[in-house]
């Protein structure tokens, strides 16, 4: 049973455009979620994080976006950048429970 | 410093075989962890050690999956006996102080089971 998931598996966009990442959870009690990129043949790395006492995160192009009524994260990445093309995968937390999505394949095209 | 280093990257076995995948974490991180991505489940927790000891092992998947820690520096990822559906990417992380919120990743290992 997925309690965190990417319903899109891929996202096309043009460079300098505004990419735009979807998460949803199902479970209340997480208290942190995060955003890994991951490029073909390396692990994830951290990307960008948020406590669930905050609706918002930015660092630099990225900000990371936190509904818990609609138990729904979202990552924004502005503007967009070739090199930005990975996967993105979300992952919550909930003391040392910690799930991923199945993430995101995006694409930015120059 | 070099990061998680992982070996085998890739590994192709035959149903009923005994796979070991290793993982060297960084110097100095005291916690390591182990994961699966698939597919259709994306990246999934398997087992974590801090201080080389098992804290949960819920996510390892059956009684053919096993893991160890030795020591700080070296851990073991074992299938006995593999089996077609375990054919994933296994990834291990470690981090300093227990946290999965700075965990690094190694580049992971291609298991391929036939």
């Known amino acids: 049973d997925q309690q965190v998931k990417q319903n899109s598996p891929s996202l096309s966009v043009q460079e300098g455009r505004i990419s735009i990442l979807n998460c949803d959870y199902t479970?209340?009690?997480?208290?942190?979620f995060l955003w890994y990129k991951k490029y073909p043949a390396e692990g994830p790395t951290f990307l960008i994080s948020i406590s669930s006492i905050k609706d918002k995160n930015e660092d630099g192009r990225f900000t990371v976006f936190l509904n818990k009524s609609a138990k729904h994260l979202s990552l924004h990445i502005v503007p967009s950048q070739p090199g930005d093309s990975a996967v993105y995968f979300c992952a919550a937390l909930t003391g040392n429970q910690f799930y991923f999505g199945t993430g995101t394949s995006l694409t930015v095209i120059p | 410093d070099a990061g998680v280093i992982q070996s085998p990257r890739h590994e192709v076995t035959e149903m009923g075989q005994e796979v070991t995948l290793r993982c060297k974490p960084i110097s100095g991180h005291n916690s390591l962890f182990w994961y699966r991505q698939t597919m259709m489940r994306g990246l999934e927790l398997l087992i974590y050690?801090?201080?080389?000891?098992?804290?949960?092992d819920s996510g390892m998947p059956e009684d053919r999956f096993s893991a160890k820690m030795p020591n700080a520096s070296f851990s073991t990822l074992k299938i006995q006996p593999s089996e077609p559906r375990d054919s994933a990417v296994y990834f291990c992380?470690?981090?300093f102080g227990g946290g999965v919120r700075e965990q690094y990743f190694g580049p992971g290992t291609r298991l391929t089971v036939t």
């Open positions: 479970n209340s009690m997480f208290d942190y």
């Open positions: 050690f801090n201080n080389n000891v098992p804290i949960d």
């Open positions: 992380a470690s981090s």
